[in-house]
């Protein structure tokens, strides 16, 4: 089965400080991953994502995620944070085979103070 | 033009009836997908079509069933709603099941 793992409930930074939201996944064969966020009331929009290639992966917005095969991660950052980028992120991970489907973490809250 | 359009946006009704959500994607996808977001924010793939044909179904309660008259069109409907179903559903589509999905706005439905 595959899994994603967002081991942080929430993250704090303060504006113009660089940020990370953390995300690690378990599936067979290789992922193709991908970081979304919701803004309050409204659905998911698509980040970035890594199918294969280049380890960092540029998004929408300035956001970037560096995929680390050894250490199964694919964390989300942004050299500098704005107020406007609080908002609930996900990351996800489509395994293909027998797991046909985008499994999403349990989300991270992002807060990013003026 | 919205991308992925599903009504009506808010559904409030009370226990035991039945209900329909609606959604349309323009975007000339193959792939639809209902997913449940709960109280907790947690996401979970209820439903996956591909060109009409259900791909996934995930232990989704019978009273659940979903309808793709075609490809651009995947709808809800909601038996004998109980207070557990209260959450907010989005419909989404992709290109194929393991490129980006485009979401809708979602449906916050709430059993009273």
């Known amino acids: 089965a595959q899994s994603v793992a967002q081991p942080e409930d929430q993250v704090n930074v303060a504006e113009g400080n660089p940020l990370t939201v953390k995300c690690t996944y378990s599936?067979?064969?290789?992922?193709?991953l991908f970081w979304y966020v919701q803004y309050p009331n409204r659905g998911l929009q698509f980040l970035l994502k890594?199918?294969?290639?280049?380890?960092l992966v540029k998004g929408s917005y300035g956001f970037e995620a560096e995929f680390n095969k050894s250490q199964t991660s694919f964390h989300l950052k942004k050299p500098s944070a704005l107020v406007s980028d609080s908002a609930l992120y996900f990351c996800?991970?489509?395994?293909?085979?027998?797991?046909?489907?985008?499994?999403f973490g349990k989300g991270t809250l992002l807060t990013v103070n003026p | 033009d919205t991308a992925v359009s599903q009504t009506p946006k808010y559904l409030v009704t009370q226990m035991g009836n039945d209900k329909s959500i609606k959604c349309e994607q323009n975007?000339?996808?193959?792939?639809m997908y209902w997913y449940k977001q709960d109280s907790k924010k947690f996401l979970k793939i209820m439903f996956s079509?591909?060109?009409?044909?259900?791909?996934i179904n995930e232990t989704v309660p019978n009273r659940f069933s979903p309808k793709s008259p075609d490809k651009a069109h995947l709808n809800l409907h909601i038996n004998s709603l109980e207070l557990g179903d209260s959450a907010v559903y989005f419909c989404?589509?992709?290109?194929?099941?393991?490129?980006?999905?485009?979401f809708g706005q979602g449906t916050r439905l709430t059993v009273v």
């Open positions: 989404a589509s992709s290109q194929k099941a393991n490129t980006e999905a485009f």
């Open positions: 599936v067979s064969g290789n992922p193709y």
């Open positions: 890594y199918i294969t290639g280049d380890n």
């Open positions: 996800a991970v489509f395994g293909g085979g027998s797991n046909y489907k985008l499994t």
């Open positions: 975007l000339g996808h193959d792939t």
């Open positions: 079509y591909n060109n009409k044909e259900l791909i």
